[in-house]
Every structure is written in structure tokens, then in C-alpha cells.
């Protein structure tokens, strides 16, 4: 599994426009699902800066450890400091069950120091390095979530806005795709996961409400991710797949739906996100906390 998350501890201010923060997390319920080649695939998009870029696929080792990336990303002219925490499988600890507990640790542990920070006396240099988002990858077989999800996003959807993803969909055809969506949202609603929900705003635009739900509607994603560039079958370069039948585009709508999670991160969610798990999510774990301890 892995945890995205996006936080820039010292960003230079003098670039114009820096947005300081965002965050996602990636995680999946076993390794070789595709995280690190997703974030691979995220941080290529019109990526600038240099330092710190994730390495190419056949150079990148197993995801041994939860690590973050740090990346820049230019979107709209405007740059965003990335931070992703990506994370290991499931089926790298020895008990499988529990595979919940290191990323569930590693969100609280943030939310522990951010609450130290807003208890010193000088409160004016908070470095924020909340998880914002938590992508979780679901193994594309089509059928239902196995027990292994379900726990997992019981054990989280309290701490983070949880975001799932159908990993790899370029296995799947179109027709099950959109059935595995279906049964996927069934299964989160029986068991009463909440996954995290964009709130509709009144006063937005026509067109800002219809993009927002264009976005929700795909919800789990389902994505591929690649970092090669392959030739479409009307011999464009383009980032994807190639499969004796033809090729997947990553950065094609009609075939994945990677450019809208994308676009939900870093776009048009990314305050949200942010916000969400600053009045929400942080709010409520703060007050176990004090409580807990007598406060
Ligand atoms: P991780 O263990 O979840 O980080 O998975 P990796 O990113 O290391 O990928 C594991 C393997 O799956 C590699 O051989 C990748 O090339 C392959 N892979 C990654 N993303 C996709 C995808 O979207 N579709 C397909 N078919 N294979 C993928
Ligand atoms: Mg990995």
C-alpha cells in the first residue's frame, strides 16, 4: 500500500505563485499494483523541476519502506509542491491483516505533530505535513472487495479523505469497469466506509458544478499508469500501454480515468482536500487526543 501526501516543509516564497501544500496518499492492498508507477505517471505531467523526480521504472526498486517524493508540478502556471508518501503491499507484511496499522501510524504520527506545533508558545512557523488524501488501490479483478480492502478502509476512512482507485483498468474491459465501479460503491455502502465526498458549493458556476461532477461521478477512478511513451495505432506518441490489440492511453479520457484524478488533486479538490481534513479530520482526531489524555 501507499500514502500520498503533499506538503512542502520550506518553500520559497519568492516564486510567485507556490501553493504550499497538498497531499495525497497512495495505497493499495498488496505491492505490485501499480503505486509507484502512478506517481511516476503524476509527477511526469509537466514536471519541472528536477531534484527529487522518482526514477524511471526499470531503475526503480520495490517500494521496501513508506517514503516520500517530493516533486514539483506546474498546473495553470501555477507550481505545486507534491509530496507523496508511497508505501509498500499488504502482502510485504508478515501479517497481512494488519497491514493497515504502519500507514494508520504514519497518518496519526503527522497529526501528532501538527497538534505539538499548534501547542508551543510561537505558533507562527506551523509546518504542515498532514496526508490529504489517501488513494487506496483496488486489485482489478472484477468482483468485489476482498476482506483485506474492506478492513483497511475501516480502519481509515475516520483519519483521511480516502480516494479508491481500480488499479491497472487496462485489464479490464469497458463493460467491467463500469459493473466493478458499481459493485465497489455497493460494497463501501454496506459496510459504511465513507469515501471522501466533494461537497457541492451554491455559489460556483454552472460550468465549475458540472466539471466537479463530471470529476465525482468516476469515482473509484480507474487508472493506469505508465511512464513509457508508446505509438498509437494513428502512430502519435503518446504515454501508455501497448497490447498486440492496440494501445492505452493514460492521458486519454475515452480510456482511463487517470486526467481526472488528476485533476481532483491537484485542481479542483485540492483546497478541499485540504480543508476537509483540517476542519474534519484533524478537528476530531485533536479532540480524541486531548480528551484522552484528560485535557
Ligand atoms: P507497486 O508495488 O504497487 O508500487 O507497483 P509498481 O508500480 O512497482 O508496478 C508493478 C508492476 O505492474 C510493474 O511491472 C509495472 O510495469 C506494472 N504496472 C504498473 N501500472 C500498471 C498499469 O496501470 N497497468 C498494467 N497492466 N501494469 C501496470
Ligand atoms: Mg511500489
Known amino acids: 500500500m501507499a500514502a500520498a501526501v503533499a506538503h512542502p516543509p520550506n518553500v520559497a516564497d519568492s516564486v510567485q505563485q507556490v501553493v504550499r501544500k497538498k497531499l495525497g496518499g497512495f495505497v493499495g492492498c498488496e505491492s505490485g499494483l501499480g503505486k509507484s508507477t502512478l506517481i511516476n505517471t503524476l509527477f511526469n505531467t509537466s514536471l519541472y523541476a528536477k531534484k527529487n523526480v522518482p526514477r524511471p521504472e526499470h531503475e526503480r526498486p520495490q517500494t521496501v519502506a513508506i517514503e516520500s517524493i517530493t516533486a514539483d508540478i506546474e498546473e495553470n502556471g501555477v507550481r505545486l509542491r507534491l509530496t507523496v508518501v508511497d508505501t509498500p503491499g499488504y502482502g510485504d507484511f508478515i501479517n497481512n491483516e494488519e497491514g493497515w496499522k504502519p500507514i494508520l501510524d504514519n497518518i496519526e504520527a503527522r497529526f501528532d505533530a501538527y497538534l505539538e506545533q499548534e501547542n508551543r508558545v510561537n505558533r507562527a512557523k506551523m509546518v504542515d505535513n498532514r496526508v490529504h488524501a489517501c488513494l487506496y ?45 458499481a459493485r465497489i460503491l455497493s460494497d463501501l455502502a454496506h459496510h459504511r466506509i465513507e469515501i471522501y465526498q466533494a461537497p457541492q458549493y451554491e455559489l460556483e458556476d454552472e460550468e465549475t458544478i458540472a466539471e466537479n461532477e463530471e470529476i465525482v461521478r468516476k469515482i473509484p477512478f480507474a487508472v493506469v499508469g505508465s511512464d513509457t511513451v508508446v505509438s498509437t495505432s494513428d502512430g502519435r506518441p503518446a504515454r501508455g500501454r501497448a497490447y498486440p490489440w492496440g494501445t492505452i492511453e493514460v492521458d486519454n479520457e475515452d480510456h482511463c480515468d487517470f486526467v481526472k484524478l488528476r485533476q481532483m488533486l491537484i485542481r479542483t479538490h485540492m483546497e478541499e482536500l485540504r480543508e476537509h481534513t483540517n476542519h474534519a479530520l484533524y478537528e476530531k482526531y485533536r479532540e480524541e487526543k486531548l480528551l484522552a489524555m484528560g485535557v
Open 137 to 181: 488501490f483496488i486489485e482489478p479483478t472484477g468482483h468485489s472487495l476482498k476482506p483485506v480492502d474492506i478492513e483497511f478502509m475501516r480502519r481509515l476512512h475516520t483519519r483521511v479523505n480516502l480516494i479508491p482507485v481500480i488499479a491497472k483498468a487496462d485489464t479490464l474491459t469497458d463493460d467491467e469497469v463500469v459493473q466493478f465501479k
